[in-house]
T-cell receptor, first 112, second 114 residues
Framework: SQKIEQNSEALNIQEGKTATLTCNYT??????LQWYRQDPGRGPVFLLL???NEKEKRKERLKVTFDTTLKQSLFHITASQPADSATYLC???????????WGAGTKLIIKP | NAGVTQTPKFRVLKTGQSMTLLCAQD?????MYWYRQDPGMGLRLIHY???????AKGEVPDGYNVSRLKKQNFLLGLESAAPSQTSVYFC?????????????FGPGTRLTVL
């Protein structure tokens, strides 16, 4: 079955630097991959969706890459701000069904 | 436009008690989902629905039942609560199938089973 690996250790980044989070998967390559943000005590909020034929997707200060050869997605936040501190979740479509398979998330801390 | 709402926000149950969690969405979405989130683990799908009157099992359905009598509502029931069901429960909805579209989440229900 598909497994998703995200760094379980918190990532500490200095304000203004670029934060890079990693999402690795182990089995088949999904046609779609999504990134969500989750703040403490709240539900996840959608950020970006990337398709397998899209190597890169951008939205304001956010950038996602999708490498089906490496079975990896990278999520970048440029010019990071303390308000970007949150847990970021990676999710892949399940094989042949309506489900999303979720990573456990990486906690990002942006220090002033 | 409230999006996805969940009630209650918090609940404490004793082992063996039953309860129903209510999810409502006002976006006219066909697809609705119930997840549980436990520390150190990704969201796990309990049950989902692809339209009014339909339900299907997800990854961890045991001990839970669901109903979707109206398109905007998706109910999650615990018939006989167990401590292993202590978790945060999230409801979500989407316009298209799970992997191909944004999922919109409710604020969650924190359930403790003693």
């Amino acid at each position: 079955s598909q497994k998703i690996e995200q760094n379980s250790e918190a990532l500490n980044i200095q304000e203004g630097k670029t934060a890079t989070l990693t999402c690795n998967y182990t089995n088949y390559s999904p046609a779609y991959l999504q990134w969500y943000r989750q703040d403490p005590g709240r539900g996840p909020v959608f950020l970006l969706l990337i398709r397998e034929n899209e190597k890169e997707k951008r939205k304001e200060r956010l950038k996602v890459t999708f490498d089906t050869t490496l079975k990896q997605s990278l999520f970048h936040i440029t010019a990071s701000q303390p308000a970007d501190s949150a847990t970021y979740l990676c999710a892949l479509e399940g094989a042949g069904n309506y489900q999303l398979i979720w990573g456990a998330g990486t906690k990002l801390i942006i220090k002033p | 436009n409230a999006g996805v709402t969940q009630t209650p926000k918090f609940r404490v149950l004793k082992t063996g008690q039953s309860m129903t969690l209510l999810c409502a969405q006002d976006m006219n979405h066909e697809y609705m989902y119930w997840y549980r989130q436990d520390p150190g683990m990704g969201l796990r799908l309990i049950h989902y629905s692809v339209g009014e009157g339909t339900t299907a099992k997800g990854e961890v359905p045991d001990g839970y039942n669901v109903s979707r009598l109206k398109k905007q509502n998706f109910l999650l029931g615990l018939e006989s609560a167990a401590p292993s069901q202590t978790s945060v429960y999230f409801c979500a909805s989407s316009s298209l199938a799970g992997g191909t579209d944004t999922q919109y989440f409710g604020p969650g229900t924190r359930l403790t089973v003693l």
